[in-house]
T-cell receptor
Framework: RKEVEQDPGPFNVPEGATVAFNCTYS??????FFWYRQDCRKEPKLLMS???SGNEDGRFTAQLNRASQYISLLIRDSKLSDSATYLC????????????FGKGTKLSVKP | NAGVTQTPKFQVLKTGQSMTLQCAQD?????MSWYRQDPGMGLRLIHYSVGAGITDQGEVPNGYNVSRSTTEDFPLRLLSAAPSQTSVYFCASSYSRTGVSPLHFGNGTRLTVT
């Protein structure tokens, strides 16, 4: 099992839709979880950290399920500007805490 | 505040040539790292450093060297470029040594080896 797995998509949704991405991770000892956003030909940028109790930032909600070892990202009221690739990131405690990136899920929001 | 600065943005090398990708950060971050990103492969860790004078290998270190003589700088050296090293390279830094704080990325270097 790969360390961090994501559905590559693409997810094609209309403006205003709600869309959810899941990500599974293999190391039960992982302690830190993030969602990054990467625009085409740009560097990844932090979207939000994921906390145990779940957290929300505007239209974005992140959840963590430690028992099943997955994290999720929910985007409500999608905007055209949300079109990007979303990267799931987990720290790998066995590698001195380096961050492991999923391959990303591509989202395309259409008018 | 410049954050993480990478140079050059683009580079074309011939097989066998060597070069150094520069990375500097002005956030006084202890942790710095180099990733490469290839289509379908995601971001893979090449080398990392948890502080000045300390470096270690990541997932794909072969063909690359690093050094960390100062907190600010973390150059990546390609010893003898190969076509398999054609990729986009990202330097990143974070406040924490232990992977609990997020990474801040530079703009990337697009390298082509012919």
């Amino acid at each position: 099992r790969k360390e961090v797995e994501q559905d590559p998509g693409p997810f094609n949704v209309p403006e205003g839709a709600t869309v959810a991405f899941n990500c599974t991770y293999s190391n039960s000892a992982s302690q830190s979880f993030f969602w990054y956003r990467q625009d085409c030909r740009k560097e990844p940028k932090l979207l939000m950290s994921v906390y145990s109790s779940g957290n929300e930032d505007g239209r974005f909600t992140a959840q963590l399920n430690r028992a099943s070892q997955y994290i999720s990202l929910l985007i409500r009221d999608s905007k055209l500007s949300d079109s990007a690739t979303y990267l799931c990131v987990v720290n790998s405690e066995g590698s001195q805490g380096n961050l492991i990136f999923g391959k990303g899920t591509k989202l395309s929001v259409k008018p | 505040n410049a954050g993480v600065t990478q140079t050059p943005k683009f580079q074309v090398l011939k097989t066998g040539q060597s070069m150094t990708l520069q990375c500097a950060q002005d956030m006084n971050h202890e942790y710095m790292s180099w990733y490469r990103q290839d289509p379908g492969m995601g971001l893979r860790l090449i080398h990392y450093s948890v502080g000045a004078g300390i470096t270690d290998q990541g997932e794909v270190p072969n063909g690359y060297n690093v050094s960390r003589s100062t907190t600010e700088d973390f150059p990546l050296r390609l010893l003898s470029a190969a076509p398999s090293q054609t990729s986009v390279y990202f330097c990143a830094s974070s406040y924490s040594r232990t992977g609990v704080s997020p990474l801040h990325f530079g703009n990337g270097t697009r390298l082509t080896v012919t």
